[in-house]
């Protein structure tokens, strides 16, 4: 099922994933299509999240929306969807609350729930099935991308989609998804390694419809301890990475780069850049919570790229404190010397309030300090 795509006009990204020398360091944002730009207002309407996302031609228009307003500033494209879309294909409700995010009506509660025993029975190729319409906008945004920049297609890592699904949305205490880890261990166990499945055949499925990277947001890796990481959400990890590649190779599909986002577990950056541990990620994705020198030093003679990692919040503050951020990770992540290993990006999602503005001007400053 080949697809007749334009050719790369853009392909920085793809280079600079796979460690080579490029350049200059190429940029995306996390959630750079969102609530922080008008048009995205005006184009969702009073429409529900979900339905947008399953609206090929609502979720590519969303897509675009970022590399038309920054375009020869921004270097790639994210799918507009969400992580959440596993849960649904399992089985589960989850609905968008307005100005409060998802809500899942009933979580699940314990491995003696009927649930538990329905999204475990659920079959793998029957539930990516179910996200058809995540391939057709992926499809779409690549004939309307023209080349212009590679589109990264993502879904969420077992553990980030577990704490969702226990705790039926966003928590600060993680009472549930903690109960489930430390009471239900073998439950646990099993259900991570289902929703591993699950992201393996949802990527290979993304990568056949079009997408040239693909990231795994593990946006709750920092809440484990580092035991409770190695025991439970890295093999998980490594089951993806391991077998991602070997799924599109039985498709007969390119390898594409892989990104794994493990927020909040600097404990475990020397753990995630090793092969053995993590399986083959490419590019490790940093928050702001490292400093770019040290984080490079961990790293060392390792072949993989970090991604990242301005503090998001930092768009609030002014010019001269983007300008001081920008410095900080060009000198940190060492550009001059390498002009490799280095993919920019912020260390969390952009957040609503921002002004799009404030976005553009980091961006012309990442060019200006990098320019060789
Ligand atoms: O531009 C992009 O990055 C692509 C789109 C994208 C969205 N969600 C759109 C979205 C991506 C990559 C995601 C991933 C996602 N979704 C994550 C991982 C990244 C992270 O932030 O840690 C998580 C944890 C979710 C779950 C989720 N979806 C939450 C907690 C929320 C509510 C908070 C918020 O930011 O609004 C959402 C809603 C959501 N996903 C919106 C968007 C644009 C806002 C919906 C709206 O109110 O219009």
Redesign the pocket.
């Known amino acids: 099922m080949g697809h007749d795509f334009a050719p790369m006009k853009n392909d920085l990204i793809i280079r600079a994933a796979k460690g080579e020398k490029v350049e200059r360091p190429p940029i995306w944002?996390?959630?750079?299509?969102?609530?922080y730009l008008p048009e995205?207002?005006e184009a969702?309407g009073g429409r529900d999240?979900f339905e947008?996302?399953r609206d090929p031609e609502v979720s590519s228009t969303?897509?675009l929306q970022?590399i038309e307003r920054f375009a020869g500033l921004i270097d790639a494209a994210?799918?507009?969807?969400?992580?959440?879309v596993i849960p649904q294909a399992l089985g589960m409700v989850v609905e968008?609350i307005?100005?409060?995010?998802?809500h899942f009506p009933t979580p699940l509660v314990s491995p003696d729930d009927g649930q538990y025993a329905s999204v475990m029975a659920k079959d793998t190729l029957e539930a990516v099935e179910e996200l058809e319409y995540v391939y057709r906008a992926i499809t779409m945004t690549r004939k309307k991308l023209q080349g212009r920049v590679p589109l990264i297609g993502?879904c969420?890592a077992p553990w980030?989609l577990l704490c969702?699904m226990t705790e039926g949305?966003?928590t600060k205490l993680f009472v549930q998804s903690k109960t489930w880890l430390y009471k239900y261990p073998e439950a646990t166990k099993a259900l991570l390694q289902k929703i591993a499945e699950v992201c393996v055949e949802y990527l290979a499925r993304q990568v056949q419809a079009g997408a040239q990277l693909v990231?795994v947001?593990d946006?709750?890796a920092g809440e484990m301890s580092p035991t409770s990481f190695r025991d439970f959400a890295l093999p998980s990890l490594a089951y993806i990475s391991e077998n991602l590649p070997k799924r599109l190779a039985e498709l007969g599909l390119e390898q594409v780069p892989m990104i794994l986002?493990p927020?909040g577990a600097w404990y475990a950056l020397d753990t995630v850049c090793s092969r053995e541990a993590s399986g083959g990620y490419d590019v490790i994705g940093l928050d702001w919570q490292h400093a770019p020198a040290e984080a490079v030093k961990t790293r060392g003679d390792r072949k993989i790229v970090l991604q990242g990692n301005a503090d998001p919040g930092v768009l609030y503050g002014t010019k001269e404190a983007i300008t001081a951020t920008v410095k900080e990770m060009v000198e940190g992540f060492g550009w001059a010397e390498r002009q490799s290993g280095w993919i920019v990006n912020l260390g969390?999602?952009i957040?609503?309030f921002v002004k799009p503005d404030s976005l553009k001007f980091f961006l012309e400053e990442i060019h200006r300090q990098t320019k060789l």
């Open positions: 944002v996390m959630r750079q299509a969102g609530r995205y207002h969702k999240f947008c996302c969303l897509t970022p994210i799918i507009f969807s969400d992580i959440l968008m307005d100005k409060k995010g998802p993502f969420g980030t969702y949305g966003g990231q947001f946006s709750w986002f927020k969390h999602g957040t609503p």
